[in-house]
């Protein structure tokens, strides 16, 4: 799953169970970054992030395994090692694992066509669903555009996950096959399938046997919906209405293998070691043997490279690209690989340096991509031997830049706007059902002297539309949790009759799993 744009408000702080290593008792620079803990604590007031765990390994040693903070705003209750939280789409190295384990079992190919295991399977090209191979469900090269597909399971709908697979073979192509990267959690889910039709075993089976349970990670599942469980978890939080406060897990598990793990520091540690160690268990066989590692380390798709934020010019790699289930790069001269997640109140991020056994994990209970970078960045600096500029105080900024930003955008919207007339229609006419290809149905209904929207597969997608300006409403969807209003517009034929109705987000700030401008609705005769 993405990655959610910053967020932010006033959290808390402080320690609970650790796992740290003596000074001295591995070869080399293993100790934490000196005063790491009050540097996570400023990181915590600064980004407004109730919780945090963290896990650094080096040389195959679990040098670091704590939990920071509070699980629940208003509640003393601390984060510990083993506190879960939702990983997101840094499950999507589990899931490229497994396949591995099953190519190395002979059961796959990583260069075979997927309609060799699953021949039910298409994509929107002929040409496409013949040559998709099982490598391609794993490396965002497809030819979907950023996030296409997404609205099939979240919000969560009443799809399962099999139709949700099914439905891809009505998404049209942003560009064509294996020309560009472009980010997708829709293809995970049918690598998920893939395991399921190779190995006997649901994704969900499969990856707690095979994997969970051998490396020991004994305090984490792979369900979405154990985050919604009594236990050790932590709450999701993130700004709704411009503060900080507990949402509602996300629970649907569609899309497990494509973000579904929930874990705390400690069994992060633990798989840390594994990917480290080249598959490599304490105590016990190897999930799987170097020559996978090097097929899952192995760059395929190149990904654009930006600027790096202003202060931070270091952040810009001279290469970077997805392999499988992770992201490659430089960082002060160092191969790494590194993954993001994000869910509705989780973010998280995974990051490796090979050459010198290290790695790092961050998983948080809200939403700042901003927190987690400022912690990974000042471990690995600190095991480089590099001087650290002042993450804390240059992401402060550039967040404060980011919210100017938006605010000026939506002044600029506001103004632009031509509210001296009203809809052609009387609003009568633009009541009744608008059928997607590829999402289905979504119902407009006229109540109480107003227009209702309703995305009849996703029951907490109900909004009033608000009239913006000419044939164009704003959907204010009434879970305010979901932070994704958007822009409807009627196109109208020269009879009058509604010809076709798009969406667009109202927001840059909307997360691009609302792909709203991928749909388009035609009117469902009566």
Excluded: C
């Excluded at 694992?97 to 929107?124: H, Q, T």
């Amino acid at each position: 799953m993405p990655i959610h744009p910053p967020r932010f408000r006033v959290g808390s702080l402080l320690a609970s169970v650790a796992l740290v290593m003596g000074a001295g008792s591995l070869p080399g620079q293993t100790a934490p970054p000196p005063g790491f803990d009050a540097y996570v604590a400023q990181v915590l007031r600064t980004f407004s992030v109730p919780g945090v765990a963290v896990a650094i390994v080096k040389d195959g040693r679990v040098v670091l395994a704590r939990g920071y903070g509070v699980r629940r705003l208003g509640d003393p209750t601390p984060v510990d090692a083993e506190t879960r939280f939702g990983i997101a789409s840094n499950t999507k190295l589990f899931t490229a694992s497994s396949i591995a384990m099953l190519v190395e079992e002979g059961k796959l190919e990583w260069d075979a066509p997927v309609i060799r295991y699953l021949p039910s399977f298409a994509m929107y090209d002929p040409f496409v669903t013949r040559e998709l191979t099982v490598r391609d469900l794993l490396v965002h090269r497809s030819g979907l555009g950023l996030g296409a597909g997404d609205l099939l399971w979240w919000p969560p709908t009443t799809y399962d996950r099999k139709e949700i697979v099914r439905r891809l073979r009505y998404i049209k192509p942003a560009t064509s096959f294996r020309s560009a990267y472009a980010y997708d959690n829709v293809l995970y889910l049918v690598a998920g399938e893939l395991i399921e039709a190779a190995s006997g075993l649901r994704w969900e089976d499969f990856v707690r046997r095979r994997i969970l349970q051998p490396v020991g990670m004994t305090h984490s599942d792979v369900y979405h919906s154990a985050a919604g469980r009594p236990g050790n978890v932590a709450t999701p939080h993130a700004e709704v209405n411009d503060t900080v406060r507990p949402v509602t897990p996300f629970l649907s598990d569609n899309t497990n293998p494509a973000g579904g793990i929930v874990s705390g520091a400690a069994d992060i540690a633990k798989w840390l070691i594994v990917q480290l160690d080249s598959g490599r268990v304490a105590g016990g066989a190897p999930l799987f043997q170097p020559a996978s590692t090097r097929q899952l380390w192995r760059e395929v798709t190149p990904e654009p490279i930006g600027d790096a934020p202003a202060g931070l010019p270091h952040l810009r790699p001279n290469f970077y690209g997805y392999a499988l289930g992770l992201e490659t790069r430089d960082y002060r001269g160092r191969f790494m690989l590194t993954h993001t997640g994000g869910l509705p109140g989780y973010v998280s991020r995974l990051a490796m340096i090979p050459e010198l056994r290290l790695g790092v994990a961050v998983l948080t209970n809200q939403e700042s991509g901003l927190a987690f970078n400022a912690l990974v960045y000042r471990v690995l600096d600190h095991y480089l031997g590099a001087k650290a500029p002042d993450y804390v105080g240059i992401y402060g900024r550039l967040l404060q830049q980011y919210r100017t930003k938006l605010a000026g955008e939506a002044s600029a919207a506001a103004a632009a706007r031509d509210s001296s007339g009203g809809p052609s229609l009387p609003l009568a006419r633009y009541a009744g059902t608008y059928r997607d290809q590829w999402y289905g149905d979504v119902a407009i209904a006229e109540e109480n002297g107003g227009l209702v929207i309703r995305m009849t597969r996703t029951p907490s997608m109900v909004g009033d539309l608000v009239h913006w300006q000419h044939d164009t409403f704003v959907a204010r969807w009434r879970d305010r949790e979901l932070r994704a209003d958007a822009y409807v517009t009627f196109a109208l034929n020269p009879d009058g009759s509604i010809d076709q109705v798009k969406m667009a987000p109202t927001s840059p700030a909307v997360d691009f799993s609302f792909d709203f401008q991928d749909l388009l609705l035609r009117p469902v005769p009566k």
